[in-house]
């Protein structure tokens, strides 16, 4: 439960998120808007910075009065949030190293929800990410979401809604972050200063959204990229050992090792399947691999694995034996590469 270190004094949406923005301004002034909000969207669209905005209008004290469609920047409360420091705002995030929001947590939000505002109209509560809500955590939720004490607000982020506990998913109104066309956000990362070739190339590894690809760029997730997948060629042409393998990627996270293998398996499939080269990810994947060669079934059950634990490690399961892990897709990755085309 924690503060973020700066509120900023009034938080500057993102070209693609302008509609969303409207949409919730126009939903506010025609009917008010409901208690609970699920702002969903992939990965790398800004969920946070829209939710972080809708709280700072919110609170703002000359909203309803003015009918304002962003938060004044001047007001008391306008002024706390900026300061950082906004007594009627928490953020229910994950604790101490845990991926799951433990009960303790909703305790908490529970506790604040049932004080009464300090300076604002309302509370607003941001609860992210809600898929990885435990079960004892989700019901101690249940209440708060049903009748929410006086007049408050409850702001949910999730990037994967359906693997969100339906109780919770049912009981809050969707705010969907739509993925902006391709030709805007070449543009917005042309102007971050990223060169159109790698942008182009940032945008296809991170499912075409924005803020993602500039993370990978900034972090040269091309480099690291072609590093594994250099690797794992080295590891099925049987060039390279398994353990050796596996050590070149001990610094790699395991959900991008994970990612990767089970988006380049999507490839092998389509391009297994006839997909043409230009609407592949990884547009030299038919040089490396005789696709014509693999075997549907067993890419299809490969590709089902690593997106399953992907899943398990996004919806907050902790404990994966990496080790043991990599070695068994590793030799089913081999075992595909070397059954005949069925
Ligand atoms: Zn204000």
């Given at each position: ?23 919730l301004?126009?939903r506010q002034?025609?009917t008010g808007l409901p208690h609970?909000l ?20 919110l ?94 607000f ?189």
């Amino acid at each position: 439960m924690d503060q973020p270190e700066t509120l900023s004094p009034i938080t500057a949406l993102l070209p693609w998120q302008q509609p969303v923005w409207d949409e919730l301004v126009l939903r506010q002034q025609r009917t008010g808007l409901p208690h609970a909000l699920m702002f969903t969207g992939l990965s790398g669209l800004g969920k946070h910075r829209v939710t972080l905005k809708t709280a700072h209008w919110l609170l703002c004290t000359r909203r309803e009065a003015q009918g304002l469609s962003e938060a004044c920047g001047e007001c008391h409360s306008c002024r706390l949030w900026e300061a950082g420091n906004h007594p009627d705002f928490i953020v229910c995030e994950p604790q101490d190293g845990s991926r799951q929001i433990r009960i303790d947590g909703i305790r908490k939000v529970n506790e604040f929800l049932n004080q009464t505002p300090q300076i604002s109209p309302c509370q607003v509560v941001i609860l992210h990410p809600a898929e990885v809500l435990n079960t004892n955590s989700a019901n101690a939720l249940l209440k708060t979401l049903e009748e929410p004490p006086g007049e408050s607000f409850l702001l949910l982020e999730s990037e994967r809604p359906a693997a969100v506990l339906p109780t919770i998913r049912s009981r809050c109104q969707s705010v969907p972050l739509a993925l902006p066309e391709q030709a805007l956000s070449m543009d917005w990362l042309q102007q971050q200063g990223v060169p159109a070739e790698q942008a182009e190339e940032a945008l296809r590894h991170n499912h075409f959204a924005p803020l993602a690809a500039l993370e990978w760029h900034r972090q040269g997730g091309a480099e690291k990229y072609q590093q594994w997948l250099g690797n794992l060629c080295h590891w099925a042409e049987q060039k390279q050992r398994l353990d050796v393998t596996i050590k070149y990627w001990k610094d790699d996270d395991l959900a991008e090792l994970l990612s990767w293998m089970a988006t380049l398996l999507l490839d092998l499939t389509k391009a297994r399947s006839g997909v043409p080269e230009a609407l592949l990810r990884e547009t030299r994947v038919t040089n490396r691999f005789a696709c014509a060669t693999l075997s549907l079934t067993k890419l299809l059950a490969l590709h089902a694995r690593a997106t399953s634990v992907l899943g398990e490690i996004h919806s907050g399961a902790s404990y994966h034996n990496r080790q043991l892990l990599l070695e068994t897709l590793l030799i089913d990755w081999q075992s595909m590469l070397t059954s005949n085309g069925s």
